[in-house]
């Protein structure tokens, strides 16, 4: 390769086979954004913005006393519900059942007694008692019926909740001795 063509592709972004220098385009100047604003105001003119208020104070004056108090008092009923945690009224509207407890050993009639009752109240008949029975008694007053074994431990959990507790037990006198 000669030493002609060498340094005319070395040199070929800036200078032609003629002979003459072609200068390169610079890059564009920011206009505008965050380098722009440094450039500006590393100039002695200083930022724009401020010449704009400068130029027409008017514009940047208060237009309406009464629009700017209006924005003053939503900007701190905003600040003010932000540190105010509304409360949540966690009353309830119906009132808790009336628990009502029958304890007694197996066989005394726990389960009858309790159908009964039910029965008594909704005029309806119920097969199998499994668990709690909640019934409603009047307008504002509802009865939950537990039935309770002769279990000290469950005794001893129901009588914490419970309003009312009825033992029931059997009349009958076995006689071991002969």
Known sequence: MSSRCLISTLCSAECRMDGKV?????????????????????????????????????????????????????AQDIKSKKHHIPL??????????????????????????????????TRQKLGDICGPVTIVSGKKRRLTFMECNNDINTMIDLAKVADLVSVTFTGNQRNNSG
């Open 88 to 121: 949540v009224d966690r009353t309830p509207l119906d009132p808790p059942p009336v628990v009502i407890v029958v304890v007694g050993p197996p066989k005394v009639g726990k389960s009858t007694l309790i159908r009964c009752l039910i029965k008594n109240f």
């Open 22 to 74: 072609k200068k390169q385009k610079k890059h564009q100047q920011k206009h505008s954004g965050p380098k722009a604003e440094k450039k500006k105001l590393r100039k002695p003119g200083g930022s724009a913005e401020e010449d704009e208020r400068k130029r027409n104070p008017k514009a940047f004056s208060v237009q309406s006393a009464v629009r700017m108090a209006k924005t003053f008092h939503r």
